[in-house]
């Protein structure tokens, strides 16, 4: 089982940066899938990015060329540096992993983009 705890959300100007963080409560050197999803108000969850343990990150055409993500196993934390952030970006982004088949997620962070 893996618990995760997201932090970093908060409120931010359009053109502004955030950096999410996503603690694993076990290594994720282990953890094969880790990403993030996003679900805004009115709107169906969706997902963001991926990072795998081979190193490989893929994301959403919505954010690529301004957010990207990447892993710390030293520290057993992944991250979301989000910037250039639009107001269509307001949304609570959800920490996600996946390991053994089973899906984990965190409990979210809000992140807001408005002037």
């Known amino acids: 089982q893996v618990q995760l705890v997201e932090s970093g959300g908060g409120l931010v100007q359009p053109g502004g940066s955030l950096r999410l963080s996503c603690a694993a409560s076990?290594?994720?050197?282990?953890?094969?899938?880790m990403g993030w999803y996003r679900q805004a108000p009115g709107k169906q969850r969706e997902w963001v990015a991926t990072?795998?343990?081979?190193?490989?990150?893929n994301y959403a055409d919505s954010v690529k060329g301004r957010f990207t993500t990447s892993r710390d196993n030293a520290k057993n934390t992944v991250y979301l540096q989000m910037n250039s952030l639009e107001p269509e970006d307001t949304a609570v982004y959800y920490c996600?992993?996946?390991?053994?088949?089973?899906?984990?997620w965190g409990q979210g962070t809000q992140v807001t983009v408005s002037s």
């Open positions: 076990k290594s994720i050197f282990s953890i094969p899938v």
């Open positions: 990072t795998t343990s081979g190193g490989s990150t």
């Open positions: 996600h992993a996946v390991l053994f088949a089973t899906q984990y």
